[in-house]
T-cell receptor
Framework: DQQVKQNSPSLSVQEGRISILNCDYTNSMFDYFLWYKKYPAEGPTFLISISSIKDKNEDGRFTVFLNKSAKHLSLHIVPSQPGDSAVYFC?????????????FGTGTRLTIIP | DAGVIQSPRHEVTEMGQEVTLRCKPI?????LFWYRQTMMRGLELLIYFNNNVPIDDSGMPEDRFSAKMPNASFSTLKIQPSEPRDSAVYFC??????????FGQGTRLTVV
């Protein structure tokens, strides 16, 4: 039972354009969401997060949007750069004490075309 | 801090052999997670510890898998006996309650 879903295994975007990565979740108890980026032969690294009390969080070229009613979040990268080519994982968790595990999606491989 | 350190980086073993993966979390972090990455399931949580105590091991696939955390600076994930379907990349991650999780570089396990 995949509680966090990334339905697009791959995405190709022209350099300079906007990249939009999508993520859906099923567990209504999730209240904190994160995006991780992973290069080959490395561990995932934290990119950006958002609490369920917000609907948007921005950090430089990266913006995460959260639509709680649709149980959907998205990561926007603008402008896209070649160094953004990586696998992006969406993750979710509840912040209730005693249940702090991060549940990840299956990832989306983003390729930025020069 | 050097980050989360995992060893070995690569492990090739024969079916039936015992495999032990090791992890040193970031000093001061009180949560430690073991994940397995596969194409089909992405990053799958196997088990996590809080203050060295296992909290949730519901993701451990079978009794062949076991994990320990004897102290705050060391954890092991053991597979005995190993099978070809265990081949994957295994990640260890650690964090504090109010921080994001930091991952190690992973151990690529191949069981032949």
């Amino acid at each position: 039972d995949q509680q966090v879903k990334q339905n697009s295994p791959s995405l190709s975007v022209q350099e300079g354009r906007i990249s939009i990565l999508n993520c859906d979740y099923t567990n209504s108890m999730f209240d904190y969401f994160l995006w991780y980026k992973k290069y080959p032969a490395e561990g995932p690294t934290f990119l950006i997060s958002i609490s369920s009390i917000k609907d948007k969080n921005e950090d430089g070229r990266f913006t995460v949007f959260l639509n709680k009613s649709a149980k959907h979040l998205s990561l926007h990268i603008v402008p896209s750069q070649p160094g953004d080519s990586a696998v992006y994982f969406c993750a979710a968790m509840t912040t209730n004490f005693g249940n702090e595990k991060l549940t990840f999606g299956t990832g989306t491989r983003l390729t930025i075309i020069p | 801090d050097a980050g989360v350190i995992q060893s070995p980086r690569h492990e090739v073993t024969e079916m039936g052999q015992e495999v032990t993966l090791r992890c040193k979390p970031i000093s001061g972090h009180d949560y430690l997670f073991w994940y397995r990455q596969t194409m089909m399931r992405g990053l799958e949580l196997l088990i996590y510890f809080n203050n060295n105590v296992p909290i949730d091991d519901s993701g451990m696939p079978e009794d062949r898998f076991s994990a320990k955390m004897p102290n705050a600076s060391f954890s092991t994930l053991k597979i005995q006996p190993s099978e070809p379907r265990d081949s994957a990349v295994y990640f260890c991650a650690s964090r504090n309650r109010d921080s994001e999780a930091f991952f190690g570089q992973g151990t690529r396990l191949t069981v032949v």
